[in-house]
């Protein structure tokens, strides 16, 4: 039986994980956290599962990758709510939501009646929106608190201090493995998440604005997710400028956020290379999947795939780099 | 063009924001030529070193750097930041902006021309963003600015010159000293009719970083800035109303 070490239990660690015991392999996953929480990256993120959206900016690869992440996250149990994306801009605006339709092409166009039985609670407020089916969204940390337990069950080791050995070493650590990749950098995002039994989404919703683009994925219990700065640091401060940001671009969306309460504010910096595109890099037997950006729910289980083929079938599957540095 | 004693030899300047990733940005750099690099210091600040990873890629473009007092909305807070850019890019360089008004993000001219005597004195060398206003382009050059910036339009619209009087007057006004047209151009023809009026060089960043191809409509903007000031040192004809046939008419017996 092939023994495999994952280091690091984020999004990356536990996807590659749950692709290697899959495959029969011997697991044992380190990370000085025992358990999914605040210390990683993924705790934070939005876990909108939009490969279409996302196209708006980011590579091919991320929007044809990032199509399998819905199954993905579905086959390991995990919620999946899959509704689409609903897309607005304040009235001058407008120009945003014509960008983003041209480099966005799946998508449609809502009048008013539309955007009313889509989402009756924004019913008045834009008078016009686009929507892009077949995008998902899930509750990040239910997915990471899902994944972790069914590799509990599964017999796979998890283990606080480092040690061991085996056939394969997969480094996961995300920004923490930039002792050994130097170009990986951090790139700050500052997330917010309000409570409010007012307003009632169905689907992630994102608001275009030249300054200050936001978007809020509606999670269980009232909750809402609102997305996320993106600042070339690694600093780990929450900015009153930021929040203010945030809470405003909020309020514009919907002035009842205005009286939501104010749950959390969260703030960590996203692993990427220059090309925030993620990578797989060998280095002999040890395999790096980084690089994940703002797309880790989004990327880690196509990533993960790749990883664990490469590695167990000697393929030598795409964005992946050799490397004998 | 000379620009505080320095030869540069493009007159394309690009910002280094918004683009997709730092590996796009790298390539609309090397295809567009541009010699000179705006970088945000206030954004990314915040810690000792925090932004260094995306400082170095910037430093790695191989073009000089301009950091930028960008977001600064009083002289305090300019002046703090030109300081930190100072230390973090070892260049007395400093592009000046002290914003007056939230929407328009417009310069505060009374805090510009004092935050540009303050800056100068401490042996900065400022370039600021300023309006077209000639009065104020006078003031700055009294408290010591060797460089103009006035805009074409607002940031990040896109708008093209929109005061195309004010500009001519500006050049016309101040004709040795070196001007660059900085914000609100959003195609190459507005950078072309810039370096046309005679601006010596053009600034822009979201035409290009949000660009559906940041590298190509660098290249672009390149290409509209060296055929602008190629018109412009040639000396190009003036406009008439009358049409001249531009091959001669034979066998005519008079002139109209």
């Not at chain 1, 011997?26 to 990683?40: F, L």
């Not at chain 1, 509704?83 to 304040?90: I, S, Y």
């Not at chain 1, 050994?180 to 039994?197: D, I, P, Y």
């Amino acid at each position: 039986m092939t023994r495999a070490q994952v280091l690091g239990a984020g999004v990356a660690g536990l996807c590659v994980a749950t692709e290697l015991v899959a495959r029969g392999c011997e697991v044992t996953v380190h990370d000085p956290a025992p358990r999914p929480g605040p210390h990683g990256c993924s705790w934070w993120a939005g876990g909108m599962l939009a490969p279409l959206c996302e196209g708006e900016t980011a590579e091919e690869p991320v929007v044809r990758l990032g199509r399998e992440a819905a199954d993905w996250w579905e086959r390991q149990g995990v919620r999946v709510d899959r509704r689409g994306t609903l897309v607005v801009a304040l009235g001058r605006d407008r120009s945003e939501l014509d960008r983003f339709a041209r480099r966005v092409p799946e998508h449609e166009r809502l009048d008013p009646g539309g955007l009313a039985t889509l989402e009756p609670d924004l019913a008045g407020r834009f008078d016009r929106a686009l929507h892009v089916p077949g995008e998902a969204h899930l509750d990040p940390r239910a997915a990471l608190i899902c994944l972790r337990d069914r590799l509990d069950r599964s017999g796979v080791t998890f283990a606080t201090e480092p040690g061991g050995s085996a056939d394969f070493t997969f480094d996961c650590r995300g920004l923490s493995a930039r002792d050994v990749l130097t170009n990986l950098r951090g790139v700050k995002g500052e997330m917010a998440v309000l409570r409010s039994t007012d307003i009632h989404l169905s689907r992630p919703v994102r608001l275009l604005h030249p300054r200050v683009p936001l978007y809020v994925v509606p999670r269980p219990d009232g909750l809402f997710m609102l997305g996320a700065t993106q600042i070339e640091s690694d600093d780990r401060r929450r900015s009153v400028r930021s929040v203010l940001e945030l809470l405003s671009a909020a309020y514009a969306l919907h002035p009842v956020f205005g009286e939501a309460e104010l749950v959390e504010i969260g703030v960590d910096a996203r692993p990427a290379f220059p090309d925030n595109l993620p990578r797989i890099l060998r280095r002999g037997h040890t395999i790096h999947v980084n690089g994940l950006f703002r797309h880790g729910f989004l990327l880690a289980p196509a990533l993960a795939r790749m990883a664990a083929e490469a590695a167990l079938e000697d393929t030598q599957p795409e964005l992946m780099h050799e490397d004998h540095g | 063009m000379r620009l505080y004693g320095t030869d540069i030899a493009s007159r394309l300047m690009l910002g280094t924001a918004q683009y997709p990733s730092p590996a796009v940005l790298a390539e609309a750099f090397r295809r567009s030529g541009a010699g000179i690099a705006t970088v945000s210091v206030r954004r990314e600040a915040g810690g000792e070193r925090a932004g260094a990873a995306f400082w170095d890629l910037v430093r790695g473009l191989g073009v000089r750097v301009l950091p930028n007092t960008a977001g600064c909305h009083s002289v305090r807070e300019a002046v703090t930041t030109a300081q930190m850019a100072r230390e973090l890019f070892d260049t007395p360089w400093i592009k000046l902006e002290v914003i007056g008004h939230a929407d328009t993000l417009q310069p505060d001219p009374f805090g510009l021309v004092e935050t540009a005597r303050i800056l100068a004195d401490d042996g900065f060398q400022v370039f600021p963003y300023t309006t077209e206003d000639v009065v104020l382009a006078g003031r700055l050059l009294d408290a010591g600015c060797e460089v103009l910036m006035p805009w074409g339009a607002p940031i990040g619209t896109g708008l093209g010159l929109t005061n195309l009087y004010g500009l001519r007057t500006l050049r016309a006004q101040f004709p040795g000293v070196p001007m660059v047209v900085d914000a609100g151009l959003g195609l190459p023809s507005q950078a072309a009719m810039a370096m046309e009026l005679g601006y010596d060089a053009v600034l822009l960043n979201t035409a290009v970083a949000k660009a559906g191809d940041p590298a190509a409509m660098a290249e672009g903007f390149a290409r509209a800035v060296e055929a602008g000031r190629l018109a412009f040192a040639a000396d190009p004809m003036e406009p008439r109303d009358m049409a001249a046939p531009s091959t001669p008419v034979l066998g005519q017996a008079f002139l109209e």
